[in-house]
């Protein structure tokens, strides 16, 4: 089999699908750890999002009281409105209650985990789909060779998780809130001298990171996958928090990391598909130590935030 | 008021203190509790009934006790480690993986020795071969964690590549290399077949950790039950890394980096060396747990794909015991316990009242939720102690507050 | 709230004691399952054919108890202990290859209680254990055969668990009923690793369209992934294990369906002559434990109906052997 055949545009493409929720979900936890909290919990705050975000579309749809891109929104709203609470209530924990965050995120995660499959199982029963965001066809792009298929033929949750990541190294890099953010994880005592309040921002930067993994499960919920199922991100949230290490706490190198994992993901799939003779497993442990390859490799010049995992307390 | 009596109310007062400290963790639970009973009344379930259930189940009995030890086994191998680990400044989120790669050397150690014949004029010998058997496989599965984990410090301390994403890593790696040799190399031969179960052959008896059964009654306790002598080999082991930690030099420089690196450099501690040794010895208790758990329980290593599947998750729920535990490897054996009982009494729960086992899972986190956020408490109060105890009006104030 | 607890208690105590009255002419089954009930999948067959039971006996005479997601294969041997030593239950069901070695232990302490463990051919020697198992290579044929039938670009796409089991029975399967019809056709299959990764299984789904697949298969519960790829791009879909009619809206085209019910009646009526295991069932087309449902949305030719017909009349007759390297190893187990 020629490289052509591995190397399909398709390949990039579902690359892009499959980094999505990894992107939101990243991004997100950069936030949370560059303020010194570090949110074991992402995969349950992912699950609680993806499935109340996809129950508010499945109710509103099968009523019919929205129509379809009125159902699509609320469903969004909802996923970021619970991941906030979710955000909060962590933030809560770990910045008011100063509660080891290691653990605490574990327990989060174990809660998100098991109530998303109990109401699930007692409001919806079994899986069911939804008309989730469509695929957007673009007048001309989406009919270009190659770069249609890879760039022009996704959906908008999509579009939007790769605009945020500018956005986020914008806000983290060059506005005053970022700066506090950076600030509070870097060296506490001197930002709360400065007049920053250290709860402040690091319960800002922990919701932030609740709503982002809230939209992240819905992206799969009502974007991608279009339903729900139990432990629907299967652990994807501990990956997201894997790829904030990889891309050393900056947005751009996060999402690379997320790309580069759903690229060897992507490929190892194309793979199987088109009849290589390598055993299975192999190919689906290739994505972890090629990710793990990678950042040997890498130069690394970031420094981690200091006050990571330690919760601020006041000198008297 | 003279010294010596002074002293022992000092001693007393202490003593009352650290039984209020636990307070708090109660008040926790029983919030947890008290939420989730909200829950089991929206399911139509009454919460005594169900909390009744649970108990029962944990340790309503000879067997269920038993039970509940024997999933605080690997539960506390893993907590040791990761009390290391966390000791050292490491995060190792890598113990699924590490318990697996261990359990894999240890049953294959233990296939190959035990199939091996002694010859006749060492007939006499077969029990001490039939330990060493058991030493060796023990040995090989603490090896084989060990240095699993130790590759995490080993990438940390030379690549710079961090030991949570290395380890989440790690992780699936583990369960992946597990599915091929299960269904390659390590395939129980009376398996071979179109539908093959994915799992090892059944080690013979000499290659067995033996049951453990403990000299009260008629007949012993826990006799008949599945208790093993892991849960022995755990606190021993415990104890000694209680002192390995706080009473040897090797404990103190890998303490020392935890504590503060830079300053641990300046006095001439090599910190790359400490971390891979807090990795290499964190994964090797991952490992040994993984390992126990073959040869003291299931006899075989067996996949369903998936990690939980063979592990139950002990490579996480050790975390959370080491932290429970105050990050002291003697704390981690009565947390150890407790949550074996909590996942034990959970499962009889939902048998008996047909709950969801989602509901458990919830109940789990809102658990370590409540009692992780109640430590502040604990710590708030000893804050006052110290201050308190420096005056001897402070004492008489401790006393009536007590 | 002590005065709370002791009228729980005492409720228990009475509840209980109703039960052990009622109890002479129920038939008491406990089932353990590894995943959920609703998993549209292996755990939801076994559940459907206890609902199933319960619905033809009556409630007065048919009870059972499940205990589900129980993936950890350790906490396994804790509830059909528990189940085996309550002696309320006449039969105590581990739907789970995996859960073989703990029945092989716990039948020998038990040996007045009758188990059942699945899907595998083998009681252990013992007699109070029954094993069953389903020829899921016969419905993966059927469905290859049809999916022959129905593929335009030539090209078919599987996506499976891990390389095991029922799993590996229905994908060589349906490759050797693809085959039958037409060797040219491709037949792409994907194991991703996992019985449980929906995001995966879904990527996996989408390659193969991208690869030129216009009918998807698969099996275990994350196949709901590729369903609803397959919804989503209007190409068609064979499913396997329970009934996935109502998510595959208008693409499903037939779905492997395991009756367990027609094996554990007559475990039931078995057991309560006293005849307590030493048997070994497997589900097939010719015995009824095998179903092929059509999907009601999908209209199938006359044509097309025929074939299928005499694909079924030829795995019943034994004319058709789905995997015929097997068959040589059955006789000589």
């Known amino acids: 089999m020629g490289l052509d055949e591995i190397l399909t545009a398709s390949v990039f493409a579902s690359a892009i699908r499959l980094a999505t929720p990894y992107i939101f979900a990243a991004l997100g936890e950069t936030f949370a750890q560059r303020s010194g909290v570090l949110n074991l919990g992402v995969d349950g705050m992912m699950l609680m999002g993806a499935f109340t975000g996809f129950y508010a579309v499945h109710l509103a749809q099968q009523g019919e009281t929205l129509s379809e891109p009125a159902s699509l929104l609320l469903g969004v709203a909802v996923a970021l409105v619970v991941g906030a609470l979710m955000g909060l209530a962590m933030a809560f924990v770990s910045v008011t209650l100063k509660a080891k965050q290691g653990i605490s995120g574990i327990g989060v995660y174990l809660f998100g985990l098991g109530l998303s499959e109990l109401l699930f199982q007692q409001w919806v029963g079994t899986p069911k789909s939804v008309n989730g965001f469509p695929r957007i066809e673009f007048p001309l792009l989406t009919d270009l060779p190659i770069v249609g298929e890879i760039f022009f033929h996704h959906n908008l949750l999509v579009y939007v998780a790769f605009a945020l990541v500018p956005i986020s190294a914008y806000v983290l890099n060059s506005t005053t809130f970022g700066l506090m953010i950076r600030a509070v994880g870097q060296n506490p005592e001197a930002a709360d001298a400065m007049g920053v309040s250290v709860a402040r921002v690091r319960y800002a930067t922990t919701t932030i990171g609740g709503m982002l993994a809230g939209l992240a499960g819905a992206s799969l919920s009502i974007a991608l996958i279009n339903l729900f199922q139990q432990n629907l991100t299967a652990g994807q949230g501990f990956i997201a928090v894997a790829l904030v290490y990889f891309g050393g706490w900056r947005p751009w190198t996060v999402a690379a990391g997320a790309m580069l994992f759903s690229f060897v993901n992507a490929l190892q799939l194309q793979i199987k598909v088109i009849g290589a003779d390598i055993p299975s497993e192999f190919a689906v442990m290739a994505p972890y130590v090629i990710t793990i390859i990678a950042l040997v490799f890498a130069t690394k010049r970031h420094e981690q935030p200091t006050a990571l995992t330690k919760p601020y307390e006041r000198g008297e | 008021m003279n010294k010596a009596s002074g002293n022992s109310q000092l001693a007393l007062a202490g003593r009352l203190n650290r039984l209020i400290d636990f307070a708090p963790v109660l008040i926790a639970l029983l919030l947890a509790l008290l939420v989730a009973s909200v829950l089991l009344l929206a399911l139509n379930a009454n919460p005594l009934e169900a909390y009744d259930f649970m108990l029962k189940g944990a340790v309503g009995s000879e067997n269920a006790t038993a039970e509940t030890l024997v999933k605080a086994t690997p539960i506390l191998f893993v907590g040791i480690g990761i009390t290391i680990a966390f000791r050292g400044g490491m995060i190792n989120i890598g113990g699924e993986g590490q318990m697996i790669v261990g359990a894999l050397a240890g049953v294959t150690i233990a296939l190959v020795m035990g199939e091996m014949r002694i010859p006749p004029e060492l007939a006499k010998e077969r029990g001490a071969f039939d330990v060493f058997i058991v030493a060796c496989s023990l040995v090989g599965g603490f090896l084989a964690g060990a240095l699993y984990g130790g590759l995490a410090g080993f990438l940390k301390a030379y690549f710079d590549v961090n030991e949570i994403l290395s380890t989440i890593m790690l992780n699936q790696i583990a369960v992946q290399m597990m599915n091929f040799l299960l269904n390659g190399i390590l395939l129980d031969p009376a398996e071979a077949g179109f539908n093959n179960i994915p799992k090892t052959a059944r080690l013979v008896t000499a290659a067995q950790l033996p049951r453990l059964s403990l000299p009260i009654g008629d007949p012993h306790l826990f006799d008949r039950t599945r208790l093993h002598w892991g849960l022995i080999i755990a606190i021993a082991l415990a104890v000694v890394i209680y002192i390995f930690l706080w009473r040897t030099s090797w404990g103190y420089r890998i303490r020392a980096v935890g504590e503060n690196q830079r300053a641990s450099s300046y006095a001439g501690i090599n910190v790359r060396r400490q971390m891979m040794f807090s990795m290499f010895l964190a994964g090797g208790f991952a490992g040994l747990a993984g390992v126990v758990q073959v040869l003291g329980l299931q006899y075989r290593l067996q996949t369903d794909g998936s990690p939980a599947g063979f592990t139950g998750a002990a490579g996480f729920n050790g975390i959370v015991a080491a932290l429970f535990g105050g990050l002291n490897p003697l704390g981690a054996i009565p947390a150890a316990a407790f949550f074996g009982g909590l996942l034990v009494g959970a499962q009889k729960m939902q048998r008996e009242l047909g709950v969801p086992a989602s509901l458990i899972t919830a109940v789990n986190g809102l658990i370590v939720v409540f009692v992780v956020s109640s430590e502040i408490f604990i710590i708030q109060r000893s804050k006052r102690r110290v201050s308190l105890q420096e005056t001897p009006e402070g004492l008489d104030e401790a006393e009536e507050t007590g | ?333």
Do not use: C
């Not at chain 3, 129980?70 to 290859?97: N, P």
């Not at chain 3, 252990?124 to 389903?134: H, I, Q, R």
């Open chain 3, 1 to 333: 709230m002590k005065k709370i607890l002791a009228i729980g208690v005492l409720f228990v105590f009475v509840a209980a004691g109703l039960v052990s009255l009622a109890q002479e002419d129920v038939f008491r089954i406990a089932a353990l399952m590894p995943s959920a009930t609703n998993d549209l999948a292996f755990s939801q067959s076994m559940y459907d054919a206890l609902a199933a039971i319960q619905e033809e006996l009556g409630e007065e005479a048919f009870e059972f108890t499940v205990q589900d997601s129980t993936y950890i294969v350790d906490d396994a041997a804790v509830a059909l202990r528990d189940w085996a030593a309550s002696g309320e239950f006449q039969l105590v069901i581990a739907h789970g290859s995996q859960y073989g070695p703990i029945v092989e232990e716990l039948a020998a302490e038990f040996t007045d209680v009758s188990f059942a463990w699945g899907t595998r051919q083998d009681t252990f020697g013992m007699d109070n254990v029954y094993s069953y198992a389903a020829a899921s290579d016969e419905g993966g044929y059927f469905n290859g055969v049809l999916a022959a039938h129905l593929t335009e670009t030539g090209v078919v796409g599987l996506v499976g668990p891990i390389e095991v089991g029922d799993g590996k029975l229905y994908a060589d399967g349906f490759a050797n009923g693809v085959a039958s019809v037409d060797e040219e056709i491709a037949v792409n299959i994907v194991f991703i690793g996992s019985f449980s990764d929906v995001p995966l299984a879904t990527e996996a789904a989408e390659t193969h369209l991208a690869n030129g697949a216009d009918i998807l298969t698969g099996t275990a519960q994350m196949v709901v992934g590729p369903i609803a790829v397959a919804v989503a791009n209007d190409v068609l879909w064979f499913g396997s294990d329970a009934s996935q009619d109502e998510l595959s809206e208008d693409i499903g085209v037939a779905f492997q369906i395991y009756k367990w019910e027609v094996l554990l009646l007559d475990m039931i009526s078995n057991i309560k002559e006293g005849l307590l295991g030493g048997e070994y069932y497997k589900l097939t087309l010719e015995n009824g434990g095998l179903v092929m449902e059509y999907d009601k949305d999908f209209e199938i030719s006359d044509e097309l109906m025929a074939i299928a017909d005499e694909t079924i009349a030829g795995i019943v007759s034994g004319d058709i052997v789905p995997i015929p390297d097997m068959m040589e190893e059955d006789s000589g187990e």
